[in-house]
């Protein structure tokens, strides 16, 4: 791996919690041993929660009410902005520096930008190991796009059903 290059990874049917963790692992190892590196995750409206559909949807709908609707804390409904929060319960976001400068080393898309569309990617990005998450879909599981229209998100804002 380049020492400050870009590390891709594919959301695609991947359970959310397992990629997440990968990703925080790394942004956060790599910020402690000096050489911070960018992650970039792609499709995240095709991430996979598993477990049944009706408690995943009342879970994540009891999140999203849990506090004040004007005052916050606020809980995302767009389903790259639910990445990157999970991926930040993941480091030390409130407790040290170290923790939040890598949440701003981490960038989270919907579906896959023009410039990382070909075959190839561009020169200093490298394709993330997702050996170890690679496993057959669960029987019972939601992706990330039918969260977000569950909780009131206009799947046309970003391209889903």
Known sequence: MDESGTIVYD????????LASVVAKQLLSARKAGNPIRIIVLNAENAII?????????????KYKLNHPRKGPFF???????????????????KNSSGRNAVRDL?????RPT???GEELPSGHTWGDTSA?????PVKFVRLGEISSSLGVDATRWGGQ
Do not use: E
Request: glycine share 8%.
């Open 115 to 117: 410039n990382l569309s």
């Open 76 to 94: 995302p409904r767009m389903p790259d902005q639910i990445m990157k929060r999970t991926v930040r319960g993941m480091l030390p976001y409130q």
């Open 11 to 18: 959301a695609t049917d991947k359970v959310l919690g397992r």
């Open 107 to 111: 960038r989270v898309t919907i579906g």
């Open 133 to 137: 998450l690679d496993r057959p879909l």
């Open 50 to 62: 598993s477990g049944p559909r009706a408690r995943v949807l009342a879970d994540y709908d009891f």
